[in-house]
DNA sequence: TGTTGAATGTTAGATGCGCTAACATGTGTT
DNA sequence: AACACATGTTAGCGCATCTAACATTCAACA
């Protein structure tokens, strides 16, 4: 990866630089990653990252950013094959968002454990509502209404919950090391069913 | 709190410094948790903790494992107060487990987002088991059975799920930055009654 | 009680990281 | 061609983790 660069100039560092932090999140997680390893991936001297980013912080901030987009893109095809407030659109998107974690533990905890400091972003917040508006969309029309109101964010918010644990205990491999062996998409479905009856 | 020890040996330099780092997770989180800060706080120097602990890692993994005991302790109190296998004595499991989670997020996140590294390790494990099996034996007997089986496994897992995704939802505040009114009790309620219905 | 080894503290220093200042090089505009 | 600006480098400060060598205290035993 450190390609050595015939020109001066890198040509898009920035780029560079996100790819790198990316995938060293994606490797050692976003506390261990280091500017200086990501120039070196980059092929840069440990200075370079400075002239566009603040901090290491903003490094990481751009890789949540990018992820967040990715993330959405996931949800957005993961229901495009189904008809609008069914079962199995909602199913879709669970499995999406756990597909997502678990492919990309790393930036799915930088998007949502690590990096509080950037929870107040208004880019992040942003984000952030838009991929929770697809769930409440879905859910919405689930129920046959056409916009979002009191009842469906109170059943939409369970299914976030439901599905935004299981991510989380799934990448901390906590049913690896407890034993548990469950089916994933059987228990999204069964779960999913039970939380939008009655 | 650096408080000027009279004698050269602290006393008890090991608890001190596990207190220090509790504090110091809890107040900047674990990844901008620093050995020195703790050493400021205790009154030692840097070089002290290492007569203890064997790395820094090691130090948080002591924070997680008395936060692992707490986090036991307070779903027993809990559910004391409760006939065992009754909706009451589920939700106020669900209820200890939010509340330590939003009283001591920084451990919470520890012991679970961060510290892969200690994720394999033996009295981890087993404190984990013993905390997910307080929640297996009120569901065994919710179903009216004396020892944990499939059914039950299949069942209890959901509600933890539920709860988890629920704790990290709200220490993340993405409630808040979402702008999510949610009575939280009620939605423990609601939901975990959904999950075990039918 | 005095000696002595183990436990637990200190200081000094090796190594590495984040970040800045000063300087170098390339690029695009007039 | 000349200049301003963007984007790279080197050198260096301050702080972090961790180790090695040394100092002090404690505790076990003669």
């Known amino acids: 990866m450190a390609a050595k660069r015939t020109h001066y100039h890198h040509g898009d560092l920035r780029a560079g630089l996100v790819e790198a932090t990316r995938q060293l999140v994606e ?6 990653f280091s500017v200086a390893d990501a120039c070196r991936a980059a092929g840069v001297s440990t200075a370079a990252p400075y002239r566009h980013f603040e901090d290491r912080d903003e490094m990481l901030l751009a890789v949540c950013s990018e992820g967040m987009e990715r993330f959405h893109d996931m ?32 930036v ?26 697809i769930l409440l969309s879905q859910v919405a029309a689930y129920f046959g209404k056409d916009q979002v109101d009191e009842q469906v964010l109170d059943r939409a918010f369970p299914l976030w919950t439901m599905v935004h644990g299981l ?32």
Chains 1, 2 share one sequence.
């Open 108 to 133: 799915f905890r930088l998007c949502f454990g690590i990096a509080r400091e950037h929870h107040d972003n208004t880019e992040m917040i942003e984000r952030g509502m838009r991929n929770y508006g």
């Open 27 to 32: 490797d050692k997680g976003a506390d261990r």
């Open 167 to 198: 991510s989380f205990l799934l990448i901390d491999e906590k049913m690896k090391t407890l034993n548990l062996d469950h089916d994933v998409d059987a228990l999204l479905r069964d779960n999913t069913r039970r939380l939008l009856a009655e």
């Open 75 to 106: 949800m957005v095809e993961a229901q495009s094959g189904h008809t609008p407030g069914t079962l199995e659109a909602i199913n879709a998107l669970g499995r999406a968002y756990v597909k997502f974690a678990t492919s990309e533990p790393g």
